[in-house]
């Protein structure tokens, strides 16, 4: 079945770049997804990227694609305090017929 | 627009009770879908309804059931509530144009259910 990988936890001193990596199972996912989640709040759309893409870049984020290895990551540039949350990789599952299968989360952790 | 609404944002129910959530999908928007976020399972989709008809169903027990009205908002219900069924209960919201289309899910801030 359909599965999404992400590190627990990242640590990263406030002004570097964050990384977060993802890998996915789903080859038929035509969308890959990045939302961000606070601490007591519902999921926050980030960014998405279509899957004949390599790379998108809005603003601070930066998405990559390496759709032959099925990985995914999500650049924070300049990263802040307010980037402290939980980001979470997301496959449209089953072609987006079955909903949208989520890692379970990458915490962002930022050190002054 | 207002974003997706979703009420109650917190909720306390005992064992074997049933219960009901609500979501307000953003105007315009006729697909709404449920997912179930807890720590040991992470996100997992319950299901989506589009025009008042669920349209695609996620792997969980019949106890989960859910509803959308002509105005698109949606409801769902948990009967005979388990210790298990603690989590955060996500709705999400889209234009429901189909897979491989901009059809990007909106979440709601959730519904907190604790079962005693």
């Known amino acids: 079945g359909e599965d999404v990988e992400q590190s627990l936890f990242l640590s990263v001193r406030e002004g570097d770049s964050s990384v977060i990596n993802c890998t996915y199972t789903?080859?038929?996912?035509?969308?890959l997804y990045w939302y961000k989640q606070e601490p007591g709040a519902g999921l926050q759309l980030l960014t998405y990227?279509?899957?004949?893409?390599d790379m998108k870049q809005d603003q601070r984020l930066t998405v990559l694609l390496n759709k032959k290895d099925k990985h995914l990551s999500l650049r924070i540039a300049d990263t802040q305090t307010g980037d402290s949350a939980i980001y979470f990789c997301?496959?449209?599952?089953?072609?987006?017929?079955?909903?949208?299968?989520f890692g379970k989360g990458t915490h962002l952790i930022i050190q002054p | 627009k207002a974003g997706v609404t979703q009420t109650p944002r917190y909720l306390i129910k005992t064992r074997g009770q049933q219960v009901t959530l609500s979501c307000s999908p953003i105007?315009?928007?006729?697909?709404v879908s449920w997912y179930q976020q807890t720590p040991g399972q992470g996100l997992q989709f319950l299901f989506e309804?589009?025009?008042?008809?669920?349209?695609n169903k996620g792997n969980f027990p019949g106890r989960f059931s859910g509803r959308q009205f002509s105005n698109s908002r949606s409801e769902m219900n948990v009967s005979t509530l388990e210790l298990g069924d603690s989590a955060l209960y996500l709705c999400?919201?889209?234009?429901?144009?189909?897979?491989?289309?901009?059809?990007?899910?909106?979440f709601g801030p959730g519904t907190r259910l604790t079962v005693l």
């Open positions: 990227i279509f899957s004949n893409m």
């Open positions: 997301a496959e449209e599952s089953g072609g987006g017929a079955d909903g949208l299968t």
């Open positions: 105007s315009g928007h006729r697909s």
């Open positions: 789903d080859s038929s996912s035509t969308y």
């Open positions: 309804y589009f025009s008042e008809t669920q349209r």
């Open positions: 999400a919201s889209s234009g429901g144009t189909g897979p491989g289309s901009t059809d990007t899910q909106y």
